[in-house]
C-alpha cells in the first residue's frame, strides 16, 4: 500500500469528512460566526430601511400630494413596494452586501412591509 491508495480510501475520505464537518459546525456555532451574520443581517435591514424611506420620500409623497384624496391605488403602492425592493438591492450592492442572499428572496417584501409600516408610524 502506498500513502497515495491509503489517502484516497474510503475510510480516510469519510474521516476527512467527519472532521471538516465538525470544524464547520464549530465555526458555525461560535459566538464570533453568530455576532458576524447578525452584524451581516443589521446592515442589509439598513439598506432596507433607507430605500423604503427614499421611495416614500420621492414617489408615494408626490403621488400622495397630486391625488384628490391624498391616496394611493393598489398599482401604485405595489409599484411603490417594487422601487423599494429594487433601490434596497442597488443600495446593498454598493456596500457589498447581496440582499437577497442575507435576507432571503422571499422574505424581502416582508421586510420591505415591516420597515414601511415602522416608517409611516414615524
Known amino acids: 500500500m502506498t ?13 476527512v469528512a467527519g472532521v471538516a464537518g465538525t470544524l464547520w459546525a464549530a465555526v458555525q456555532s461560535s459566538s464570533w460566526f453568530n455576532r458576524l451574520n447578525r452584524d451581516r443581517v443589521q446592515r442589509a ?9 427614499q421611495v416614500y420620500e420621492e414617489y408615494v409623497r408626490a403621488i400622495k400630494a397630486a391625488s384628490a384624496d391624498g ?3 393598489d398599482d401604485e403602492r405595489r ?7 429594487d433601490r434596497a ?13 442575507t435576507l ?19
Open 89 to 101: 438591492i442597488a443600495i446593498a450592492r454598493t456596500d457589498g452586501i447581496d440582499l437577497v442572499a
Open 45 to 53: 435591514l439598513r439598506c432596507v430601511e433607507a430605500a423604503v424611506r
Open 71 to 73: 391616496t394611493l391605488t
Open 3 to 15: 500513502l497515495t491508495s491509503i489517502l484516497t480510501s474510503d475510510p480516510a475520505l469519510s474521516l
Open 104 to 122: 432571503g428572496r422571499e422574505h424581502l417584501d416582508l421586510w420591505v412591509e415591516r420597515v414601511l409600516a415602522r416608517v409611516k408610524r414615524g
Open 79 to 85: 409599484r411603490a413596494r417594487e422601487l423599494a425592493r
